[in-house]
């Protein structure tokens, strides 16, 4: 009874898929940067153009689940665009014709353009986390944080393995729901139901720290972190692939900055 | 930090004890064994008779990364355990414990077994012929793309056999490895002990409530109380074999072949009391569960079962891991609406079983309205509790109907928690934790109750206890659905379920199911299939008879 989404299979000899996760991390950070810095929605859709782009043609993620997977971040950015549309200054300009009016608040065309500023940055923040920790497993990310990046074996690995929990403490929250349910303590409506998240909390924390426990015992009879350098199973290394991949998500970056500026100037 | 595999050590203890930091007592008390190179050591013990912990200690795990008062002498070959860093012993040992789950470190197969060569520093390509030929001697051959998570537990287990024996230690320690699988997982795993213990290249120390398993492959048994002390150490000889039985038993005493005998007299004799059909009380038919794939899809867990449950009626719910027995048991808690069919349980006044009105759906009913319905004990009691205190779980509940304050006296008393009103649920041992959950669904007096692997993680005297508490609810007629992978259990049931696949592939009494298990498994069934009487166990060459060690600790 697993309740938490499966993992998406992703085609491993897709351009992005092929380069190193570091390389992904970077490029992603430039662009998370030229997202919140751009002010402008031309700027915002460049990002998401080339963001969207990126993933039919070069990620190898499967399409099909993508639009379910991804309506909650397209609500998310429809509805900033709307409420961030509706206060803004533009808004109360009584000159500008209004699209929508609610009581004292005019929706008018140059407020719902700068409130699509604010909704394509989400949806471009959105579309590149996925672009960069979807392509790979978490061990290659681990590895290769370890490999290029040097972070230490401990938190990188202790990490991955942490992360492999996560199904069963997602199931062990659904069960102490149940068990809520079935002894009669589930309040009727949303709201009440809300009060039962910190007892259901400790019983899961509870056995979260019991399994940890006895994942670290393992860890450490297997020689985990005892002080040996460690060798690597699986190494890694850069290539060509990774300097395109940088200059392109360079380029991209720079070029919806300069959009952005020149929309703006 | 070479291929080259260890010689096995000789083991050997001389008055080793073990307090941890936060106890009274020692867990383990004046310990004396030897164990020759490349021999199999069998521990045995009820709960609490310290036998994990004896098992951490030839890890090393004891003292180095748990705290206590160590006495005594504990060795592996010429090191001294106290004395010896950790790493050092770990090149040395390597130990498998019960739960698949809590020792996968990485998502890919071929990483976790490589994980414990990189932590020792093995060159790559040592690396790359070793893992294969670790995965193959666990029977995974060609396992090494795929995802830890697609595993079944069965093989999640001998996973971790091979994650364990990839750097090859010479002394392989055993932490009752079965414990958590289906018969199917645990047979293989039987399989590749044995071929271990004949290949005498590591020397082995299992602890294992299964004797008519293991005792065949034992060079040596020791034998612990419930104080930690040892009462036997020697040769798998009759005198062993009945301190074996006896500690099994717990603290119940005299398990002599009468007393079982006894025991499968009266259950009998209920079966045969309890044949009278009552009511219906649950109509499930048509059944289909399934979940989300990985592709978009949908995969199918359940397929279009029917299953009527009588007043009075105990159900015994078996198969393998993944054949659809958690679905069912979520369905008909009405915790998982059916992709198909239907789910009632109709109301203890009979007149609701009309044609009109035959039943309620749990899964549209109120909290408020189940726990008089139905219960659900889970497999781990402790995610099931509600309550800051036994007693507070006890008495939770919706408002309406809140048990009185000499109902949860009486119940608290009847299932052996008197005293611990205040203690806190989380800190009784597992047998308290089982009983707590069971007294707390039967103080509303449910007319269903269903059980999730009851006698999970109980030493014999401890599953004993929650058989006879069920009981008393059977003969109040009280229906009960019991999922389980003890085959020891389905005597005391009237019907057998059995699902393989999403699919019903047996439906009938016990006697008929064990004499013939309609798939795979295997001895631990067939051991136990006769149909009068109290089994009988032939353990290993010994030429001894014993009344088989049901519910033996796990």
Redesign the interface.
């Known amino acids: ?2 309740f938490l ?5 992703v085609r491993s000899d897709a351009p992005l898929a092929r380069a190193l996760p570091v390389t992904r991390v970077a490029v992603g950070g430039a662009w998370l940067l030229a997202a919140a810095i751009i002010t402008s929605t031309a700027g915002e859709l460049v990002l998401c153009l080339a963001a969207l782009i990126v993933l039919v043609t070069a990620s190898g993620i ?1 399409l ?2 993508l639009p ?1 997977r991804l309506f909650p971040v397209a609500l998310a950015a429809l509805a900033l665009t709307v409420t961030a549309g509706l206060g803004n200054q533009a808004d109360a300009d009584l000159t500008q014709p209004a699209l929508l009016v609610l009581g004292p608040l005019r929706l008018t065309w140059p407020g719902l353009l700068a409130g699509l500023v604010l909704g394509l940055r989400v949806a471009a923040i959105a579309l590149t986390s996925v672009l960069v920790f979807a392509p790979s ?3 290659t990310l681990a590895d290769s944080l370890v490999q290029q990046w040097h972070l230490p074996d401990r938190i990188a ?1 202790g990490t ?2 942490a ?3 996560a ?2 403490v997602a199931a ?1 929250w659904n ?2 729901g ?11 409506w949303l709201p009440g139901r809300l009060t039962t998240v910190p ?1 259901r909390l400790f ?2 924390l ?2 979260a720290l019991r ?1 940890a426990e ?2 670290g ?19 890694l290394q850069g290539g060509w692939i990774d300097i395109l991949i940088a200059l392109i998500g360079l380029a991209v970056a720079i070029g919806a900055l300069a959009v952005g500026a020149g929309v703006a100037a | ?1 070479s291929a080259a595999p260890e010689t096995p050590p000789r083991v050997r203890a001389g008055g080793f004890g073990w307090t941890y930091r936060d106890r009274a007592r020692p867990v383990l008390d004046g310990l004396s064994f030897e164990v020759e190179p490349g021999q199999v050591l069998l521990v045995l013990g009820p709960s609490g008779s310290g036998k994990s912990t004896l098992a ?1 200690a030839l ?3 004891v003292p180095h ?1 748990l705290g206590g008062t160590w006495r005594g002498h504990l060795s592996v070959g010429e090191l001294e355990v106290p004395a010896t ?3 050092v012993l ?2 040395r ?3 498998v ?1 019960q ?1 698949p ?8 197969v ?2 976790e077994v ?11 390509a040592e ?1 790359l012929s070793r ?1 294969p030929e670790a995965l193959a001697a666990v029977g995974l051959a060609g396992f090494e793309e795929r995802a ?2 697609t595993l079944s537990g069965g093989e999640r287990q001998r996973l971790a056999l091979a ?2 024996l990839a ?1 090859a230690p010479g002394l392989l320690v055993l932490d009752e490895p079965t414990a958590n699988l289906d018969p199917v997982g645990m047979e293989a795993i039987f399989g590749h002990l044995a071929r271990l213990a004949e290949g005498r290249r590591h020397t082995i120390v299992v602890i294992e409530h299964r004797l008519e398993r293991v005792w065949p492959l034992a060079d040596l048994v020791l034998v612990l109380d419930g104080q930690g002390r040892q009462t036997w150490f020697g040769v798998p000889a009759e005198e062993a074999a009945r301190k074996a039985l006896l500690a099994l038993d717990g603290s119940r005493g005299g398990s002599d072949a009468a007393v079982l005998a006894a025991d499968a007299a009266a259950d009998h004799a209920m079966l045969a009391a309890a044949a009278a059909p009552g009511r219906d009380v649950l109509i499930a038919a048509g059944v289909a569960v399934d ?6 899809g949908r995969r199918l867990a359940l397929a279009g079962l029917d299953l009527r449950l009588r007043a009075g009626e105990r159900i015994g719910l078996v198969g393998p891991n993944g054949s659809g027995k ?2 069912l048991l ?1 369905a008909l ?1 009405g ?2 609406r059916p992709a198909a069919g239907t789910v009632l349980i109709v109301g203890s006044s009979g007149a609701s079983a009309s044609a009109s009105a035959p039943g309620l759906d749990p899964a549209r009913l ?6 008089a319905l ?3 004990a ?1 497999q ?1 009691p ?5 309550g800051r205190t036994v007693w507070a779980e006890v008495a ?3 408002a309406a109907d809140r048990p009185d304050e000499a109902a949860i006296r009486a119940a608290l008393e009847r299932f052996g928690l008197r005293g611990l009103d205040e203690a806190s649920p ?1 800190q009784l041992s597992q047998g308290e934790q089982r009983r707590l959950s069971l007294a ?1 669904l039967a103080v509303r007096r449910p007319q269903l109750l269903l059980l999730d692997e009851p006698t999970f993680g109980l030493d014999r005297a401890n599953a004993e206890a929650v058989l006879d508490l069920l009981d008393e609810g059977r003969a109040e007629g009280q229906a009960q659905l019991l999922a389980t992978h003890d085959p020891r259990l389905l005597p005391r049931c009237d019907r057998v379920l059995a699902l393989d696949g999403g699919r019903c592939v047996f439906d009938g009494p016990p006697q008929a199911f064990l004499a013939r298990p309609p798939y795979v498994p295997p001895d631990p069934w067939r051991l136990i299939g006769s149909d009068t009487g109290p089994a009988q166990v032939v353990l290993g060459t010994t030429g001894l008879a014993a009344a088989e060690p049901a519910f033996a600790e796990r």
């Open positions: 009874m697993s989404p499966a993992p998406l299979a499967p099909r689940p379910r497993d978490t061990t690995y991955v393995a992360i492999g929990l199904p069963l062990d069960a102490s149940a068990a809520r349910r079935l002894r009669g303590l589930e309040p009727r007892d019983v899961v509870v056995a399994r006895r994942l015992l393992a860890m450490d009879a297997r020689g985990f972190d005892s002080g040996l350098p460690r060798s690597r199973f699986r190494p | 930090m951490r890890a090393g795990i990364a860093p950790p790493a770990g090149e040992v390597g130990i414990f739960d789950d809590s020792q996968m470190v990485m998502p890919g071929a990483d490589a994980f414990g060569l990189e932590n020792r520093g093995w060159p790559r690396m893992v830890t998570a994650g364990v750097p979940y989300p794939d990985e592709r978009g958690s679905s979520g808690a915790l998982i109120g909290s408020a309205r189940l726990p139905l219960g659900l889970f781990d402790e995610i099931g509790f509600v939770a509940g919706p989380f707390a």
